[in-house]
């Protein structure tokens, strides 16, 4: 019964020193990701890119909070394959919402279209289109070869 004391405080701090690493790994990797993707803008997108392989201009459509223009492009800044969303208003997080909406619908079109090659989106990151313009907003998504699990029916 001695034992169960000490015991329990070395288990207490072995959880905690793990805890800790665990905490410093996660933040490191998102600094990581930050600075691979800091050359990731509108600017360097124009002039190093190539036209877009698909372009789809989403009109203001009622009930939805956003008119947007979707972009994809292949071997981009450094990313394989690139789907661009920009919209004009404020950074909300309905805004977000609806830009990530229309980047859900568009792979869901896509792995429709295309079952045996099936992708899926991950949010590099979002930003204004400019320092100086803070109307207008893009969001950009890396598209990934990966399964899609099926909704049963």
Not at 34 to 49: G, S, V
Not at 97 to 112: G, P
């Amino acid at each position: 019964m001695i034992w169960k004391k000490p015991l329990l405080i070395a288990l207490s701090i072995v959880c905690a020193a793990l805890c800790v690493h665990c905490l410093h790994h996660k933040q490191q990797k998102e600094v990581d990701a930050q600075a691979a993707h800091a050359n990731l803008n509108i600017d360097n997108l124009l002039k190093e890119c190539s036209d877009p392989v698909e372009l789809f201009p989403i009109p203001p459509a009622p009930g939805f909070p956003i008119a947007a223009l979707m972009g994809r492009h292949h071997n981009c800044l450094g990313i394989g394959d690139l789907l661009v969303v920009v919209w004009q208003g404020k950074d909300s997080e309905t805004h977000r919402t609806a830009a990530n909406l229309l980047t859900l619908m568009y792979v869901d079109f896509n792995n429709e279209k295309n079952p045996a090659e099936r992708v899926r989106a991950r949010l590099i990151k979002i930003m204004p289109m400019d320092d100086d313009n803070q109307h207008a907003h893009v969001s950009f998504y890396s598209l990934e070869a990966g399964s899609v699990k099926k909704v049963a029916k």
